[in-house]
């Protein structure tokens, strides 16, 4: 059963004056495992699930449908919160807002809205354009009424530092907290200077994404950063290790050694519970 009280729980780390990594979750599994390691939340990256759903890039190719039945089957299988990548909310404000009832129904303890100009454009000669700050800004205040929890938390996402610099970043920061968002999501600031200054401009939580300035969770905690999220390399880590191995069997025959705790594995996958039911119901 997908729990309702992740939502509030999110909200508490944001505020509880720590700076938190979140795990990458792009299935069931990566969740349980992520929560197994000790993770407080996790984020379903659209990127992450575009490449694992449909083996395709991160361009809105994938359907709000599929990203709904994917957080839906995730929710269902952890016990810590997930935010969920909804790109720019799949359209216009009207499409927030049937994005926002689908995810926060499947079970997303937070929904982080761009403002990126989704998808691109013909004949447009960069990959990010930004829409307007009062159509974006319109486009997080529908997010925020359409929640049918209050403890959903509606994360308003820019990555336009790297386009219209610091001054246009919050600007567009701002004017997303006074729709109601819940934390703005800044990404690919470089510099320690700019996030320094971020939470003087501030009175709602701040989560950093792919943060390179390798500034430590505890510097980050006492400027008033919620959530760094490095990036997603565990998942490359991963299917490079997948692709290592199929290699190693195409080319010797054998996988070789690895060191694989299957017993981890088989309690993650709940297999000692499907063994005791089929002993209890399905003995003849």
């Known amino acids: 059963m997908i729990s309702t009280n992740l939502s509030t729980r999110l909200r508490e780390l944001l505020i509880d004056g720590n700076c938190?990594?979140?795990?990458?979750?792009?299935n069931p599994l990566s969740a349980r495992l992520a929560g197994d390691v000790g993770f407080k939340l996790g984020i379903i990256p659209g990127k992450i699930v575009a490449l694992d759903y449909l083996s395709e890039p991160d361009l809105m190719l994938l359907t709000l449908s599929e990203l709904t039945d994917t957080v839906r089957r995730i929710a269902k299988n952890t016990e810590i919160?997930?935010?969920?990548?909804?790109?720019?909310?799949?359209?216009?404000?009207?499409?927030?807002?049937?994005?926002?009832?689908s995810l926060e129904d499947?079970?997303?303890?937070?929904?982080?809205?761009?403002?990126?100009?989704?998808?691109?454009?013909?004949?447009?000669?960069?990959k990010?354009?930004?829409?307007?700050?009062?159509?974006?800004?319109?486009?997080?205040?529908?997010?925020?009424?359409?929640?049918?929890?209050?403890?959903?938390?509606?994360?308003?996402?820019?990555?336009?530092?790297?386009?219209?610099?610091?001054?246009?970043?919050?600007?567009?920061?701002?004017?997303?907290?006074?729709?109601?968002?819940?934390?703005?999501?800044?990404?690919?600031?470089d510099t320690r200077n700019h996030i320094y200054e971020i939470s003087n401009h501030h009175k709602v939580p701040i989560i950093l994404?792919?943060?390179?300035?390798?500034?430590?969770?505890d510097e980050l905690a006492d400027l008033g950063i919620s959530i760094s999220l490095p990036g997603h390399k565990a998942y490359f880590i991963a299917m490079q290790a997948y692709k290592d191995a199929m290699q190693r069997l195409f080319e010797t025959g054998n996988f070789g050694d690895y060191n694989?705790?299957?017993?981890?594995?088989?309690?993650?996958?709940?297999?000692e519970i499907y063994s005791n039911l089929i002993d209890k119901y399905m003995k003849g």
Request: aromatic share 8%; hydrophobic share 35%.
């Open 128 to 189: 990010s354009d930004f829409l307007d700050i009062k159509e974006a800004s319109k486009k997080i205040k529908m997010a925020v009424d359409s929640r049918e929890n209050t403890s959903t938390c509606i994360i308003a996402r820019t990555g336009c530092y790297a386009y219209t610099g610091f001054q246009d970043m919050i600007e567009r920061g701002k004017a997303y907290e006074s729709e109601g968002a819940d934390a703005i999501f800044y990404v690919n600031i």
């Open 209 to 217: 994404g792919n943060n390179s300035t390798e500034m430590s969770l």
């Open 106 to 126: 499947a079970g997303a303890s937070g929904i982080s809205i761009e403002d990126t100009d989704l998808p691109i454009k013909f004949g447009a000669l960069k």
């Open 20 to 26: 938190y990594n979140p795990a990458t979750i792009f």
């Open 260 to 271: 694989i705790d299957m017993d981890k594995l088989s309690e993650l996958s709940n297999e």
């Open 81 to 101: 919160p997930l935010i969920v990548d909804a790109d720019n909310g799949y359209g216009n404000a009207l499409n927030v807002k049937r994005a926002v009832e």
